[in-house]
């Protein structure tokens, strides 16, 4: 049976904060882009910051790196906190929903939600299934994926058509528990970068954004969005 396909979403924050408040997170923490990463721009972005937002280019250097990664990390297994919330991308164009989930899923004890969300509802559902039942979960979940069609189509760019081959990629980093995770539905667990703090944790994610965009260097097409306290 083939997968189902999502139009893409627009790596816009605004997009992205009505798409979260329609599911029922409150405006309390929002969206917002992170313009270059040295420190004074970095310096820009409001503070606290519980998400970061990478959208990349999927290209063949990327490819062949996340094939090593893979390979080398099953050999050494990563210390992961039974606290990290991950889900797999098993419908096509997803990955911003999915990077959207990680966010939040991961920060449930500094956002706020109202009572009927269900963002709330599909996370506190689905938090004791593995990775994979999660996925099977959303693919059935009306509310998020109307949602998403929505926003979707709501960008300040034309939606592309669902069939369109679309090369770019959303994943997340969080701080669990004192260590930064990168969350990617496209491998099969998280990523661990280290420790990091909340102090830090800005910094710290932009260091490892820093390491994606030195894979490609003639690559321009990098957005990182923040999620900080309103």
Not at 96 to 116: C, K, M, P, R, Y
Request: charged content about 25%; aromatic content about 8%; hydrophobic content about 35%.
């Amino acid at each position: 049976m083939d997968s189902p396909r999502w139009l893409p979403l627009e790596s816009n924050p605004e997009v992205m904060t009505k798409f979260v408040n329609c599911l029922g997170m409150r405006p309390t923490w929002q969206f917002g882009d992170v313009y270059g990463l040295d420190p004074e721009l970095l310096g820009m972005v409001p503070r606290p910051v519980c998400a970061v937002l990478l959208l990349f280019p999927m290209t063949d250097k990327y490819e062949a790196f996340k094939q090593e990664e893979e390979e080398k990390l099953k050999g050494q297994r990563q210390e992961v906190s039974p606290d990290v919330y991950f889900i797999k991308q098993t419908i096509g164009n997803a990955c911003g929903t999915i990077g959207l989930i990680h966010a939040v899923a991961n920060n449930q004890a500094h956002l706020e939600f109202d009572s009927d969300s269900p963002l709330k509802k599909f996370i506190e559902q689905t938090s004791k299934m593995t990775s994979e039942e999660r996925a099977a979960f959303l693919e059935k979940d009306e509310s998020i994926r109307v949602t998403h069609e929505s926003s979707a189509q709501e960008g300040q760019t034309e939606a592309p058509s669902l069939d369109e081959k679309v090369n770019l990629h959303f994943i997340a980093f969080v701080n669990v528990g004192g260590q930064l995770y990168e969350l990617d539905g496209r491998k099969p667990f998280p990523i661990v970068h280290g420790k990091t703090s909340e102090d830090r944790f800005m910094e710290d994610a932009a260091e490892v954004c820093k390491v994606f965009m030195a894979r490609d260097p003639q690559e321009l097409r990098f957005t990182i969005i923040a999620l900080s306290k309103d």
